[in-house]
């Protein structure tokens, strides 16, 4: 019995850190998008030869990134559903 709990406590912590890991991978994916995504703004602004070449860029970089908000937040509820979810593994086991 107590090998047994031992086995899904460890299982749990191994759910757990996976979670966290896979969480973190999300997380510095979609801050390497940003900062690309500021790159090329930023390019996109100096190339730009006219007040509206200007404002089509700035549209495109904060359409990209309310849908990159979106994405964030989905990311975020799944894996705090995800978090819970181990939580109350890791609590049923004792």
Do not use: Y
Not at 17 to 37: G, K, M, Y
Not at 39 to 59: E, G, N, V
Not at 73 to 83: A, E, M, N, R, V
Request: hydrophobic residues 40%; charged residues 30%.
């Amino acid at each position: 019995m107590g090998k047994k709990r031992i086995e899904d406590f460890v299982n749990a912590q191994t759910e757990f850190l996976d979670t966290v890991q896979e969480a973190n991978r999300v997380v510095v994916r979609s801050h390497t998008i940003r900062s690309e995504l500021r790159f090329q703004l930023a390019s996109k602004l100096t190339a730009a030869r006219s007040i509206p070449d200007a404002m089509t860029a700035c549209q495109e970089w904060s359409s990209r990134r309310f849908e990159m908000m979106a994405e964030d937040g989905k990311h975020l509820l799944s894996d705090t559903q995800k978090f819970m979810e181990t939580g109350a593994h890791l609590l049923a086991n004792g």
